[in-house]
Nanobody, 130 residues
Framework: QVQLVESGGGLVQAGGFLRLSCACRAPSLTISTSALGWFRQAPGKEREFVAAISWNGGVTYYSDAVKGRFTISRNNAENTVHLQMASLEPEDTAVYYC?????????????????????WGQGTQVTVSS
């Protein structure tokens, strides 16, 4: 049973920063062979891609909306993935979801579409006030 548990969300003023973390528990799988990422969903909007990272951190992707402000990283030894968010804007307000997938084709080039991630966390709320 794979479990993804997010933490670090909260309320922050515009221009501020937050660091989201996701603890990955996958007893029968090796975290270092997975693709990991983050998606978000704002009220009344569709879920959208935020960032993704390959198995060894060598490849990262970002949406245009967060490029240059957010940084995704992972620590395979600690089974964690993080999303460092800076220069936050009210438009970043959303529930943020940690995602993981063990498709071998995804480990090197992580997907940017939600349907390609099998495992999802429960989400953590990020609210940015203006």
């Amino acid at each position: 049973q794979v479990q993804l548990v997010e933490s670090g969300g909260g309320l922050v003023q515009a221009g501020g920063f937050l660091r989201l973390s996701c603890a990955c528990r996958a007893p029968s799988l090796t975290i270092s062979t997975s693709a990991l990422g983050w998606f978000r969903q704002a009220p009344g909007k569709e879920r959208e891609f935020v960032a993704a990272i390959s198995w060894n951190g060598g490849v990262t992707y970002y949406s245009d909306a967060v490029k240059g402000r957010f940084t995704i990283s992972r620590n395979n030894a600690e089974n964690t993935v993080h999303l460092q968010m800076a220069s936050l804007e009210p438009e970043d307000t959303a529930v943020y979801y940690c995602v993981a997938d063990w498709n071998p084709d995804h480990a090197r080039l992580p997907p940017r579409t939600s349907s390609e991630y099998r495992y999802w966390g429960q989400g953590t709320q990020v609210t940015v006030s203006s």
